[in-house]
C-alpha cells in the first residue's frame, strides 16, 4: 500500500501507540476526582499544557483547552465568540467547512460575513484587503495552511497589520495543516486562538487542542463539570491527550529534518512526473505551498477516474472535486483559489508524511503515468 | 388501530382451474408481510375473493402500506365486523366518525354482497343504512352525495359477517408473486428501469436484479443509488438479489477492439449476453431492460434488432412505447424518481464516440460478434463469478452475500 493522503489523516506513531496503550490501561482514573490518582493526572495534563505552550514559543498569556477534534475547536471559537447581529466577521472561501459552515450560521442570525479575496497565484489578496477599515471586524478566521492546496497563507504579515488598525479584532487560526510542518513561532504572533489536531500529526484521533489567549471570553457549546476553564465540559480524555502529546512532541522536534525530506521528494514529483505524464500541471508553486500538500491537475481524466484506478493498484490520494463527474457546479474553494473552472473536476491532492519515501513516490509516479496513458489510449472522457 | 383487514384480490375472476393456485401465491405473501410487519400469528381466512386477516394487536400503519406493494392485491380496508344483522351497523359507523379528527361532510354507501342468501340486494342495503346514517348520527350533519362523496361507507356482506369501513387502500393491482416467471432485471441508476421493474412486479414476476458496475471507471456512488432503488424495487417482491457484476474492465476490454462508433451498441450486447447467462444459471425464464424505443442512440430500432438477434434469451421491454413524462410519472409514485435524479457517473457516456452508429452494418457486427463469441463468453463467466451478491428482504434490508 501507498498511501499519499496524509492531509486527511496519518498513520498513528509508534510512540503515541505505546503512550495510548500504556495510559489507557493505568491511567483510568477520573482526572477531576479529589483522590490522589485524579490528581496525579490533573497535573500530568496541566505539565503537558504548558509543554505544548512551550513547544509552540508561548511564554505566558494562553491556555490549552483539549477539544475532541479541530473542527470542535474552530466552532467553539466562531460560535462561542459574543458576535452580535450587525458585526462583521471575516472568513476564506477557500477555508475548511469547519470554519465555513458555523460562520455560516452566523449569517443567518444576522451577522455580516466577509469573505477574502484571493490573488492570481491564490494567496490572499492584501491590497484589497487593506482597503477595508477594519472597524466593525470581530473576527478573522483563517487556516495557516490550506488544506486543498497547501497554500501558506501570509497570517503574520496580515495579523500585524490588521491589529494596527484594529486591536480588538479576534484572530483565529486554524493551524491543523501547519503545526508540526512548517515553522511557527507564536511569541512573536498577535493571533488570539488556534487550533491544533491530533490525528494529522501523528496522533490519535478523537482528541484536539485549541490555543487560546486567557483574556478572551468564549461561550462553552458543552456544559458539565466545568472541565477546561469551563470552556468544554467532558471527563479529560487522559491517555488521548497523552498520546497526543507524544506524537505532537515529535513532529516539533522532527519538523526540521521532515521539512527537508518532503522538499526533496516534492521537487523530485515536479520534475519527473512531468517527464511521464508532460500534461500534468501543477497549479501553485513550490515556493508559496507547504511541502506535505502538492496540488495537481490532468486536464484529460477526470480525477475521481484516476483516484480509483490508483486505488486499484493500492496507491491512495484525494480528490475533493464532486462526487460525481455529472455533477457540474463548480468547487467554491478552487475558484476562489483562481483554478479555471474547467479543470475543477481533475484535481488531484497528494499529501505525505514523515514515513513516505523516495521509493514510494517512483512507483506512484510510474503507475499514475501508465494509467494515464491507458485512459487517454481509448478515449474515456 | 383496526383489528381486522379486507384483503380484495385482483383480477383472479380471470382464473379458471388454476385459481387455488393464484389464491395460495397471493396468501402466502400477504402471510409473509403481515408476520414481518406484525410480529405475530395472523389467521387469515379466505372469504370468496378475499383474505379477512385479525390480528390481536391491531394491525399498524406500516403493515398496511407493505400491503399495498403486495402484487395481485385490488384493496386493503380496514374493517370493523358484526353479525348479519343491518341493525348492528349503525354503531360501528358511529365509532368510526367519532375516531376521525375531521368528520366529512358529505357521504354515501356502497355495498357488496356475496351472501346471496341475504334478505336484501345491495341497492336496498345502502339505501337504509345511508337513510339511518342521516336519522340516527344527525349530530355529525352529514349530507347524501353519490357523485363525489367525502366519505365512502362500504358494507361487505359474507355468509356469517357484515364487513364495515370508510377507508380504502388501494393496492397495485395485477397478478401474485411469482406465479408469471423469473426473470433477469437490468438495473442502471436512471428513470427507466425502476419503471420497467415494477411493472413487471405487477404481472407477478419474481425478479432477480443485475447491475453492471464499471468500478474504477465509475465510483461507489452508482452502486449507493443501485442499492437505494433495489431497497424499493424489492418491496414488491418476498426476497430477491442483486448481483453485482464488475464491469469496467470488460468495457475497456471492448473499447479496445470495437469500432468507436459501435461501443454503446458492442457494450449493450455484451450486458444482455451476461443476463443470458445469469438467466441460464438462475433457470429464470427472461430478461427485462428499460428499453425505450428511440430514446437514445442505442435504441433506435435497428440497434434494438440486431441486438435481439444476438441475445439468446426473450428481452422484455415493458416501456418500449412509453414517453418520458409518462416514465417519470410512475418513478414519482414509486418513489424511485429521487433517487434516479441524484448524479451518478454513467460508464457508457464516458467511453461513448461522438457519433454513435443509428444504422449498424450487419456485416461487421455479426461478424464481430461470432469471431469473438468464445473470447467474450469466457470473460463473461469470469466477471458473473467475481459478481457481488446482495439478498433484499421483504421489507427492502439489504444484506451483502457475497
Known amino acids: 500500500m501507498i498511501y499519499l493522503d496524509y492531509a486527511a489523516s496519518s498513520p498513528v506513531k509508534e510512540a503515541a501507540i505505546k503512550v495510548l496503550m500504556h495510559s489507557t490501561v493505568n491511567d483510568f482514573a477520573n482526572p477531576s476526582s479529589n483522590h490522589q490518582l485524579g490528581l496525579d493526572l490533573t497535573n500530568k495534563i496541566n505539565l503537558i499544557r504548558e509543554k505544548m505552550l512551550n513547544l509552540l514559543g508561548i511564554k505566558r498569556g494562553y491556555r490549552v483547552i483539549f477539544v475532541s477534534s479541530a473542527t470542535e475547536a474552530n466552532n467553539l471559537v466562531i460560535r462561542g465568540l459574543a458576535i452580535k447581529k450587525g458585526d462583521h466577521i471575516l472568513i476564506s472561501p477557500t477555508d475548511h467547512p469547519s470554519i465555513k459552515v458555523p460562520s455560516y450560521q452566523l449569517m443567518k442570525d444576522g451577522v455580516n460575513v466577509d469573505a477574502l479575496e484571493h490573488d492570481g497565484e491564490g494567496l490572499i489578496d492584501e491590497k484589497h484587503l487593506f482597503a477595508k477599515t477594519f472597524l466593525k471586524e470581530k473576527l478573522l478566521a483563517l487556516s495557516y495552511v490550506n488544506n486543498q492546496s497547501g497554500h501558506i497563507f501570509q497570517i503574520d504579515d496580515i495579523v500585524k497589520k490588521i491589529k494596527e488598525h484594529n486591536k480588538s479584532i479576534h484572530i483565529h487560526v486554524d493551524g491543523v495543516q501547519a503545526v508540526g510542518k512548517i515553522n511557527i513561532n507564536m511569541r512573536d504572533m498577535q493571533i488570539d486562538s488556534l487550533t491544533i489536531s491530533s490525528h494529522k500529526m501523528g496522533g490519535p484521533k478523537g482528541i484536539a487542542a485549541l490555543i487560546v489567549k486567557e483574556n478572551v471570553d468564549l461561550n462553552p457549546m458543552i456544559l458539565g463539570g466545568g472541565q477546561e476553564y469551563s470552556l468544554r465540559s467532558s471527563t479529560l480524555a487522559a491517555p488521548l491527550i497523552f498520546a497526543f502529546f507524544a506524537a505532537f512532541s515529535e513532529a516539533m522536534e522532527k519538523q526540521d529534518e521532515f521539512n527537508l525530506k518532503l522538499s526533496n521528494l516534492k521537487d523530485y514529483i515536479m520534475e519527473n512526473l512531468p517527464k511521464h505524464c508532460p500534461e500534468v500541471i501543477f497549479p501553485f508553486s513550490k515556493a508559496i505551498t507547504s511541502h506535505h500538500i502538492l496540488m495537481m491537475i490532468f486536464p484529460s481524466i477526470k480525477s475521481d477516474i484516476l483516484i480509483r484506478h490508483l486505488e486499484m493498484k493500492k496507491i491512495y490520494l484525494s480528490t475533493s472535486s464532486a462526487c460525481s463527474s455529472k455533477n457540474n457546479k463548480d468547487n467554491e474553494v478552487f475558484t476562489h483559489l483562481k483554478i479555471k473552472s474547467v479543470y475543477h473536476q481533475n484535481v488531484i491532492r497528494l499529501s505525505m508524511g514523515d514515513e513516505t519515501t523516495l521509493d514510494e513516490i517512483q512507483t506512484f509516479i510510474r503507475e499514475i503515468s501508465l494509467i494515464h496513458q491507458d485512459l487517454i489510449g481509448i478515449g474515456v472522457k | ?402
Not at chain 2, 395472523?42 to 385479525?54: A, D, G, M, S, V
Not at chain 2, 365486523?81 to 375531521?102: G, R
Not at chain 2, 474492465?249 to 451498441?265: C, G, M, N, S, V
Request: hydrophobic share 40%; with cysteine.
Open chain 2, 1 to 402: 388501530m383496526y383489528k381486522l383487514l379486507v384483503v380484495s384480490i385482483d383480477e383472479l375472476w380471470l382464473k379458471g382451474k388454476n385459481r387455488p393456485a393464484y389464491f395460495r401465491a397471493i396468501k402466502k405473501h400477504v402471510v409473509d408481510v403481515l408476520t414481518h410487519y406484525q410480529d405475530e400469528l395472523i389467521p387469515i381466512k379466505n372469504e370468496e375473493q378475499r383474505l379477512i386477516c385479525t390480528s390481536e394487536k391491531g394491525f399498524t400503519e406500516e403493515a398496511i402500506l407493505a400491503l399495498q406493494k403486495v402484487p395481485g392485491l385490488h384493496s386493503i380496508q380496514p374493517s370493523r365486523a358484526v353479525e348479519l344483522d343491518l341493525e348492528k351497523i349503525i354503531d360501528e359507523v358511529d365509532l368510526e366518525l367519532s375516531s376521525m379528527s375531521e368528520v366529512p361532510k358529505t357521504f354515501k354507501v356502497i355495498t357488496k354482497r356475496t351472501n346471496k342468501r341475504f334478505p336484501h340486494n345491495s341497492m336496498e342495503i345502502s339505501r337504509y343504512i345511508g337513510h339511518l346514517i342521516l336519522k340516527k348520527l344527525s349530530k355529525y350533519k352529514l349530507v347524501v352525495d353519490v357523485h363525489k362523496p367525502q366519505l365512502v361507507v362500504s358494507l361487505k356482506v359474507s355468509d356469517q359477517h357484515i364487513y364495515i369501513a370508510t377507508k380504502t387502500y388501494p393496492g397495485i393491482g395485477g397478478q401474485p408473486f411469482n406465479t408469471s416467471g423469473h426473470l433477469i432485471t437490468l438495473l442502471s441508476g436512471g428513470f427507466d428501469s425502476p419503471v420497467a421493474s415494477f411493472l413487471m412486479n405487477k404481472r407477478g414476476c419474481r425478479q432477480t436484479y443485475l447491475f453492471f458496475y464499471a468500478y474504477p471507471f465509475v465510483g461507489q456512488n452508482v452502486l449507493d443509488k443501485i442499492l437505494k432503488l433495489v431497497g424499493i424495487l424489492g418491496q414488491y417482491q418476498n426476497g430477491s438479489k442483486l448481483y453485482v457484476l464488475p464491469f469496467g474492465e470488460f468495457q475497456k476490454e471492448l473499447t479496445d477492439h470495437i469500432k468507436p462508433d459501435y461501443r454503446t451498441l458492442c457494450f449493450r450486447k455484451y450486458m444482455l449476453e451476461a443476463a443470458a447467462l445469469l438467466k441460464s444459471r438462475l433457470k429464470a425464464d427472461a430478461i427485462i431492460t428499460g428499453d425505450v424505443l428511440s430514446q437514445v442512440s442505442s435504441q433506435t430500432i435497428g440497434n434494438l434488432a440486431i441486438v435481439d438477434q444476438l441475445t439468446p434469451a426473450m428481452v422484455l421491454r415493458p416501456l418500449i412505447g412509453f414517453n418520458k413524462s409518462e416514465i417519470i410519472e410512475i418513478s414519482r409514485k414509486i418513489n424511485t424518481h429521487d433517487i434516479s435524479t441524484i448524479p451518478h457517473d454513467d460508464a457508457c457516456a464516458m467511453f461513448a464516440p461522438k457519433h454513435p452508429v443509428l444504422r449498424p452494418d450487419p456485416e461487421y457486427f455479426l461478424s464481430f460478434a461470432k469471431e469473438n463469441q468464445a473470447k467474450y463468453e469466457g470473460l463473461l463467466n469470469q466477471v458473473l463469478d467475481q459478481a457481488g451478491i446482495y439478498q433484499i428482504s421483504i421489507d427492502g434490508k439489504i444484506n451483502q452475500l457475497k
